[in-house]
């Protein structure tokens, strides 16, 4: 049974092990000091963050919960030294490296149908139960060490929006549901990619079987879609995962490809029109930025292949 490891861990042993994970700074804090700091953040969370509303794109606002730098430090920290060590699913494109919204993208093009699915309050939905029991398991962590690291990483008994570790730990616990879709999908000849709490379907099947399947298993762990942005995509239509048109090969949409093109060109002839040199650099590290993502998912476009050098060769020269 999980657990049974550590039937006869000590507290000792547990707080050795809180402290070998290095969650605060060794050459500053001892152990007691820094397990003392630890059990304090994780009783009063409310003292450690400050909340923001940030505008979506298409309307409304996101809040986001944001821990203050120590919380931070010590999140990181747990992201890094523990929760980076754990695999996901392979369905999950978010939060992963050497994994792209280009390379998922790429799963679903040139298909009969594209299904994208939503869930409502993602990370309001993945509670702290989810999170102790799928995040920490009981197979690698003791009870206290788990139950500790758990409200370490929750706000309010869910995952807060704002924090390092919530992404990895979002993966985590999806890990179960993007196994049970990969598996059901794979008999149906159905492509499923997440991109957080975007879920993607494509192949040849009918709407109504997915939607109803992904309903199902997402019940089942207290979540549910959001309806209102259900989209079906034919071929006729333009079909976009993760903003990617995928409808016979994966590119850009064209209004994005034509003023990031305008874009450059008014760089390279007329400059960035900052003043401050170190802006200057800032500006052409985010322009270069959005062509080697445009790039990364239209490699061959012998355009902007020709373009990215000449920004490259600007940005040496105001580097200086």
Not at 8 to 16: G, L, P, S
Not at 102 to 115: D, N, P, S, T
Not at 156 to 179: C, E, R, Y
Not at 210 to 223: A, C, S
Request: net charge positive.
């Amino acid at each position: 049974m999980d657990g049974e490891i550590w039937k006869y861990c000590t507290t000792e042993d547990c707080k050795d092990m809180l402290y070998s994970f290095q969650l605060l700074p060794q050459e500053m804090w001892g152990l007691e000091e820094s397990l003392s700091c630890l059990y304090t953040l994780s009783n009063h969370p409310e003292d450690h963050y400050r909340s923001l509303w940030i505008p979506k794109r298409r309307g409304g606002y996101r809040r986001l919960d944001v821990p203050d730098p120590l919380l931070m430090q010590v999140q990181k920290n747990i992201l890094h030294h523990i929760l980076d060590g754990f695999s996901v699913s392979e369905a999950a494109s978010a939060y992963q490296k050497n994994v792209s919204a280009a390379q998922a993208a790429a799963l679903h093009r040139g298909k009969k149908l594209v299904l994208k699915l939503d869930i409502r309050d993602f990370f309001g939905s993945i509670t702290f139960p989810l999170v102790l029991g799928r995040g920490f398991p009981a197979a690698y962590f003791p009870q206290e060490v788990r139950t500790l690291l758990t409200s370490l990483c929750c706000f309010h008994q869910h995952l807060p929006q704002g924090a390092p570790t919530s992404p990895s730990l979002s993966n985590l616990v999806m890990k179960p549901f993007d196994a049970h879709m990969l598996a059901w999908c794979g008999e149906r000849g159905i492509s499923y990619t997440r991109y957080c709490d975007d879920m993607t379907f494509s192949g040849d099947f009918k709407p109504a079987s997915v939607i109803g399947k992904t309903t199902g298993f997402l019940e089942t762990m207290g979540m549910e879609l959001n309806r209102e942005k259900t989209v079906i995509s034919s071929q006729a239509e333009r079909q976009t995962v993760t903003g990617i048109t995928v409808n016979q090969v994966c590119q850009l949409p064209r209004d994005t490809r034509r003023k990031l093109r305008q874009e450059v060109h008014r760089v390279l002839r007329y400059g960035t029109g900052e003043t401050d040199p170190v802006q200057s650099v800032r500006c052409l590290e985010r322009l270069l930025g959005r062509v080697s993502y445009l790039l990364q998912v239209r490699p061959d476009d012998a355009w902007f292949q020709e373009r990215r050098k000449e920004l490259r060769k600007l940005l040496k020269q105001e580097r200086g």
